[in-house]
């Protein structure tokens, strides 16, 4: 997860994240982001499989701000 200008959290999922976040701090990357800097990496978790990556993604989107902001702290 990627906090940015304002608190919003954004959510995606990658096999490097590192590199995806680089990419993202140059303004390449999800559209989203473009424009919301600064960012910053408040949250990422090792998954099994492409599938269960998908999987977690969705459940976090479901999450409202505070029980997003529940993970972030407890991770």
């Known amino acids: 997860m990627i906090r940015c200008k304002g608190g919003v959290l954004y959510t995606g ?5 590192a590199r995806r976040f680089s990419e993202h701090q140059a303004g390449k ?7 919301k800097a600064p960012l910053e990496l408040v949250y ?20 409202s701000k505070i029980e997003k902001e529940k993970l972030i702290i407890h991770n």
């Open 29 to 35: 990357g999800a559209k989203f982001l473009r424009g």
């Open 13 to 17: 999922i990658t096999t490097d994240v």
């Open 44 to 63: 990422q978790q090792e998954v099994g499989s492409h599938s269960d990556a998908l999987k977690l993604e969705f459940n976090i989107k479901q999450l």
